[in-house]
């Protein structure tokens, strides 16, 4: 089955800076990878996904990029604001396989 | 579209009792998805649904654990026994997949349902 790892498991940014997160995957058959955003509390919502035909999808302040060689795709928030901060999931594959998680403090 | 509704959004229970969670998907969803979340974890997989039929079980899935989705709409999660340690967060998401495309879609997660076992 599909193994996915997500790193880092917190990341703490200023306002206005920008924050990564990395996810890897295990499975070359994998072709849809969305990530999820879940503030405390509240469900698990789809912020931005990519599928593997492409290697980088944007949205206004939020950008995916995937890397199908190294079976590696990323999060990209720019202008991190105080309102980002959540925690974060990858997917990947069947969207069975969901990552660690990233707990994103933004400070003001 | 109301979403995917869960209910209850609470259940405590005592150890060696049965419950019973209910999941609705949006109405047109043909994929259904059990999940179940602990503090800090991201969501685990248990099983999931194509129309009516179970296609997939996690392995982990212990056999406590039965999910049914009899006509293809609702789902219910059923856990037997229940022990301490299946306190947790039960999550259901639903997803239109259409065939004529070999791409997933995305998944609309319900508010869940917080199981504590005492």
């Known amino acids: 089955g599909e193994n996915v790892e997500q790193h880092p498991s917190t990341l703490s940014v200023q306002e206005g800076d920008s924050a990564v997160i990395k996810c890897t995957y295990s499975d070359s058959a994998s072709n849809y990878f969305p990530w999820y955003k879940q503030e405390l509390g509240k469900r698990p919502q789809l912020i931005i996904d990519i599928r593997s035909n492409v290697g980088e999808k944007k949205d206004q302040r939020i950008a995916v990029t995937l890397n199908k060689t190294a079976k590696h795709f990323s999060l990209h928030i720019t202008e991190t604001q105080p309102e980002d901060s959540a925690v974060y999931f990858c997917?990947?594959?069947?969207?069975?396989?969901f990552g660690t998680g990233t707990s994103l403090t933004v400070i003001p | 579209d109301t979403g995917v509704s869960q209910d209850p959004r609470h259940k405590i229970t005592k150890r060696g009792q049965n419950v019973t969670f209910r999941c609705d998907p949006i109405?047109?969803?043909?994929?259904l998805y059990w999940y179940r979340q602990t503090l800090g974890q991201g969501p685990e997989f248990l099983t999931y649904f194509q129309n009516e039929a179970q296609l997939e079980k996690s392995r982990l899935l212990s056999d406590r654990f039965s999910a049914e989705r009899p006509k293809g709409s609702f789902s219910t999660l059923e856990i037997q026994r229940t022990e301490q340690g299946d306190s947790a967060m039960y999550l259901c998401?639903?997803?239109?997949?259409?065939?004529?495309?070999?791409?997933?879609?995305?998944?609309?997660f319900g508010n869940g349902t917080r199981l504590t076992v005492t």
């Open positions: 998401a639903s997803s239109l997949v259409q065939y004529s495309v070999s791409y997933n879609s995305p998944l609309h």
């Open positions: 997917a990947a594959s069947n969207q069975f396989y």
């Open positions: 109405s047109e969803h043909n994929r």
